[in-house]
């Protein structure tokens, strides 16, 4: 005990000490909320970076043929491209100090830095190592895709609060629309972007042998018949918060064994691959209706599915069916794909048609059908594991409420 005096007065009794704890408490919990609110900021900072330079890449493209830079501007740059003959000239690949390079004397005088471009082109392709085709190139890289996450509308008109307005399309979740126009905050607090619809077939160029051009589809233009793209625009998010939208990707989760195919058609196809529970495959396009069995299938390619003698990842590509027409889903959609180690120099295009052939018939949904065996996808090292993977998401400072579009 301190002497009773001027220069050591008596300690405060326990009374005096509660104003001092509830202060002290106060601080600790907003001194452990600042990691998260600090990784909030940063991850809405970057990702409003990546949206605006995607959406500045959108907007080249539209005033330039994707395909016409990709074979007579990027293709000849890779020195691997000169072996492959011409009337095989959709199997050549570019890597991504071909595109940085190009899309910094594209942009100039304000280019896009080229760790943004590196950034862009790993979540489409997912390593700077790996080598990107003319598909992904014209169909994810050049443009920019949204998938519809809650229903809404097209409309003829930017600001829906300046005047009657019509509806030019409806669209459900689930439906993809294509940014065409920057996105605008309103006076009202909405944001929304001009787009149009994804139209529900391929045009003859990109349409492969034996496919035929299907009549609607789970991600195609609902409440639509039409083959052509309808402009309009759309609330990307609603003045209370509401998203209406997501950015699409192209990862694919397999929920239900199936196989990868060399054709788009159900009708003499032959099986490119064996797809277990757990692999990740990599979307190239939309899933579209196959019209004779009514599978939701699309184009894609193999995610570290196996490896060859050397030990390099094989990558087959070719089509699988996303849902099978009594309502059976084997594949889901994922925003993160499971990489495998990655080699030190991209691998060549794949073609379609690659990899071992399997012996599996059709399945009484009409769906190829996989024979048992164990699985090949890449186990769960410690450094990949989901418990190293995960990470807290960031804090969201408000939650959002539901309004009108």
């Known amino acids: 005990m301190y002497p009773d005096n001027d220069f050591y007065p008596s300690l405060p009794s326990p009374p005096a000490l509660k ?16 990691p998260a609110d600090r990784d909030f900021l940063g991850a809405s900072l970057q990702a409003d970076i990546l949206l605006r330079s995607r ?32 009337e095989k000239e959709d199997e050549k690949w570019v890597t991504c100090d071909i595109v940085s390079s190009f899309m910094e004397q594209a942009l100039k ?78 006076a009202d607090g909405m944001t929304r972007f001009e787009a149009e619809t994804v139209p529900s077939i391929n045009n003859s160029k990109t349409a492969e042998a034996g496919e035929s051009s299907p009549t609607s589809g789970a991600e195609s233009v609902a409440e639509s018949s039409q083959d052509e793209p309808i402009s309009g625009w759309v609330t990307l998010t609603g003045n209370k918060g509401t998203n209406f939208f997501s950015l699409h990707t192209p990862g694919y989760r397999v929920v239900k064994q199936t196989v990868l195919t060399n054709i788009f058609s159900m009708k003499n196809f032959r099986p490119v691959a064996r797809l277990n529970v757990g692999d990740y495959v990599r979307a190239i396009g939309f899933p579209r209706r196959e019209p004779q069995s009514g ?12 490896k060859d003698s050397s030990g390099a990842m094989v990558v087959s590509t070719g089509y699988v069916t996303v849902e099978g027409n009594q309502n059976s889903v084997y594949l889901e959609q994922t925003e993160n794909l499971v990489f495998p180690e990655e080699p030190e120099k991209p691998a060549a295009s794949p073609a379609v048609g690659n990899g ?8 009484a949904n009409g769906e190829p059908s996989a024979k048992k065996a164990k699985s090949n996808s890449p186990k769960n090292s410690p450094k990949n594991s989901p418990r190293a993977r995960s990470k807290t998401p960031p804090r969201s400072p408000r939650s959002s409420k539901q309004e009108e579009a």
């Open 295 to 306: 599978l939701l299938r699309v184009k894609a390619t193999t995610v570290g599915l196996k």
């Open 55 to 86: 959406t500045e890449i959108a907007t080249y493209f539209r005033k330039h043929d994707c395909r016409k830079v990709f074979l007579e501007q990027l293709a000849p740059k890779n020195p691997e491209n000169a072996k492959i003959p011409v």
């Open 356 to 363: 071992k052939r399997a012996s599996e018939a059709s399945g």
């Open 109 to 186: 005088p304000e280019p896009i830095p080229s760790a943004v471009i590196s950034k862009i082109y790993c979540s489409l392709v997912g390593s700077v190592r790996r080598a990107m085709s003319l598909d992904e190139f014209q169909l994810l890289f050049c443009k920019m895709h949204y998938r519809v996450t809650k229903e809404t509308i097209m409309t003829d008109q930017k600001d829906v609060n300046e005047g009657p307005f019509q509806m030019v399309a409806k669209l459900n979740p689930g439906d993809i629309v294509r940014l065409i126009g920057d996105a605008t905050r309103l």
């Open 19 to 34: 104003p001092f704890n509830v202060l002290r408490q106060k601080w600790n919990q907003l001194r452990q909320g600042f």
